[in-house]
Structures are given as structure tokens and as C-alpha cells.
């Protein structure tokens, strides 16, 4: 039998999945789990064990209620998926199926078409790349966040401040006069997408950016978004692959609808379809990520340490080169990204263990080789003086730095026990609007400064 602690401790785990749920606010929450306890309270009086009530109080519930039903799905217990989702593959379609399926598609059509729409105007791929290059963050992004509006239904005040994002972003894209090939066009080009995807942070936390718990499941999102967008470049790549090679092999052409239809519509739409399916399919990659995280993790550990010996022994330091410097930093982004998704992931209630220590060995690592660029970007400024792009640089790798520093220092504290971990994921939380501004000063204040050059 299972003990009423165990029982609370399910019950709790299926609350705290409830609240993940975007769609459900705190008030339906607490309807819900006063509607499960009042359920278990009944079967027990009525002679059932914990173990038993709870099971089927869950099944009840997840026999009018959707969410209950997903909340199975995400679980291996057999009896779990026995009692809950009996009977559920043949179960009919629901009206809230339909109406996801009615927005993915509409959404992903509006990028597909939104990609092609400047080709009206004569700006084409091989005669204007310039200008996909500025645009292609709104591009691409625009139809996600009227997906994320439309899916959350968002206030009329939430919609006005995406729409003020967007606008301050197609501004900064081809307001500014940029020389062709300038430094702060690439800048422009690289960062104007990162500050969009926080705009895009804002629909898909339905306004509610101020919430540590919100911009978490926004970190989780962004990395499981980012895992079924490369599934599908791949995936998308073999198909590509073979529509050329067989239509090549009967005699006819097709390089141009690949080149100017399949690959640039695709490309875009699948933003929208990836970001559905992180909806949709939450339980497999959340499976997934955790896995790579804990993969990666300690072969990019390897990876710094063994750049670090190397620099103490040359003696040599890091190469000035803008193209190393560009390498590290992803490379440090990168490492940010693994600390950030594995944060997410990991449970905040549990004791410190041997990938706790792995993750701190990583931190250090990175800061350590952060300080060594912060070395050669402020030699370089110190010798040809300040650029677009190393201004940029030394903004980006002060920030990693601060936030890399705080991040090693309350991983110590949840270490020595001086610390809930929760801290951290605070921390990291709260940093997420330090970038957010630093990419939208890249964009709107930097050009002006270094007159579009």
C-alpha cells in the first residue's frame, strides 16, 4: 500500500503539471485538485485504499478533463496509463484538436506566405539578399507570435506590445541607411532575431513576463522548439534531397521550385509547426532534451578544460582574430544554453549530486575562458580602437561573464547546502531580460553610434 505521503507526492506532481499549462490558470487549478481530493476523500470512506482512490479519482477526472488525460501520457506507470487513457486511441477527435490543428496550419501558411509576399514588390532571393538578410527575423517570426496570440488569447494591451516589438524591430532593419556590408548591418541581421524570439517570449508566457515560473517554461520551450526545428532541417534536408534526385532522374528541373519555394517556405513555416509540436508533444522531448543536456555537458567540460591547459601552456592566450573570438563566444553561448536547459529540466527540490558538481566544473570552465577573450577583445580595442562589432563583443562577453559569475556562485551555495537551488533558477530567470535589452541596443542604438558603418 502505498503511503499517504506517496499519495500527496502524486498528487502534487499532477498540480505541478497543471500549472505548467498555459491554458489553465490558478484558479482552474485549485478547482481541479479540490474536485481530485474531494474524489479520493469519497472512495476512501467508501473502503478503497490511497493507492486505489487516487487512481481512480484520476481516472474520473481525466474522463471530462483534457489536461488530466495529457498528465498521463507524461508518465510510465502502468497503471497510470491503463486506468486514464483506456480506450484513448480510439478516442474521437476533440473540438480543441481541431481548433490547434485550424492554427498551426493557418500560421504556418502565413509564413509561407509572408517569405514570398516581397517577391510582389520585385525583391527577390538572388537580387535582394541584402534585404532578406535584415527582415528575415521578422520574417519568420511574425507568424509565431500571432500563433502564440491566438493560441493564448491574449489581452488587447499584450498584442499592442508585440505589435510595438515588431514595429521597433522592422525599423531598425531597414529604417537605418546601413553601408552595404557594414558591421552594423551584420550585427543588425544576427541579433534582430534574438530580440524578436524574446518578443515571442512575451506571447508565449501570455504577458505574464514579470513570473519566474513563466520565463522557465519559456527557457524549456526555446530548447525544445530548438531540438524539433533541427529534426526537421534534417528531416526536410533528406526529402529535399530526394524530390531533386528524383524528378532530376525523369528529366525535369526542379532546382528552382527547391531553391525559391520548397527550402525558403519550409524553412519558415517549420518555426510554427516546431513550436506546435512542443505543444503538442510535450512528453517525448522533454524525454529527449534532459538526455542531451546530460550528453553534452560533459564533453563540453572537456572541451574548455582542454582549451584552458592549452593556453597555460602555450603561454599564447586566445587569438585576437575576430573569426576565434566569434568561436568562443558561441561556444559560450553554447555552454550557457546547456546550463540554462538543464536548470529547466532538473527538479528544484532535489539534493545536490555528481552532475551539480559537473555542471559547476563547467561554469568555471566557462568563465575562465570568457576572461581569456575579455583579454583579447580589449587588446584588439586597445590597438585598432572601437568597432561595431568589438563593442558588440565586449558587451555580450561582460554580460556571460556577470551572469556566468552568479550562476558559479549560487551553484556553490546549493553545493555546501547554504542555498535552495530555486535560487538559481531565479537568477537565471531574471537574467533573461539583461539580454533581451543588450540584443535590442544592438540593434536600434548601435548603428546610430558607429553612423551605419
Known sequence: MESTDAIEGQIAEWRAYLRRRREVSDSDAEELEDHLRSTITELRDAGLRPDEALLIAVKRLGGTDEISREFAREHSERLWKQLVLAGDATAPSTPRSHRDLIQVVVCALLAAIGIKLPQLFGVDFDHNAEFYQRNIGLLALAPLAVYFAWRRRLRPGVIAVLVGFFALGAIGANAYPFESHSQSLVLTAIHLPLALWFAVGVAYVGGDWRSDRARMEFIRFTGEAFIYYVLMALGGGVLTGFTYGIFNAIGLDVETFVSQWLLPCGAVAAVVVAAWLVEA???????????????????????????????????????????????????????????????????????PGIFDRLQLLLVIAALVVDALVLVAITSRISEFGFTANKSAALGENVILLAN?????????????KRGPFARLERWQTGYLSVFALWVWVVVIVFPPIFNFA
Not at 560533459?298 to 603561454?315: D, G, H, K, N, Q
Not at 556566468?404 to 555546501?416: I, K, N, T, V, Y
Open 281 to 351: 508533444k510535450q512528453s517525448v522531448i522533454e524525454n529527449m532534451a534532459p538526455v542531451l543536456t546530460r550528453v553534452f555537458t560533459p564533453l563540453f567540460t572537456a572541451v574548455l578544460v582542454a582549451v584552458i591547459v592549452a593556453a597555460i601552456a602555450t603561454a599564447s592566450g586566445v587569438n585576437a582574430d575576430r573569426n576565434v573570438l566569434i568561436l568562443f563566444d558561441l561556444l559560450l553561448v553554447v555552454v550557457l544554453g546547456l546550463l540554462l536547459y538543464s536548470i529547466s529540466a532538473r527538479d528544484p527540490l532535489a539534493r
Open 404 to 416: 556566468l559569475a552568479g550562476s558559479a556562485w549560487l551553484l556553490l551555495e546549493f553545493l555546501r
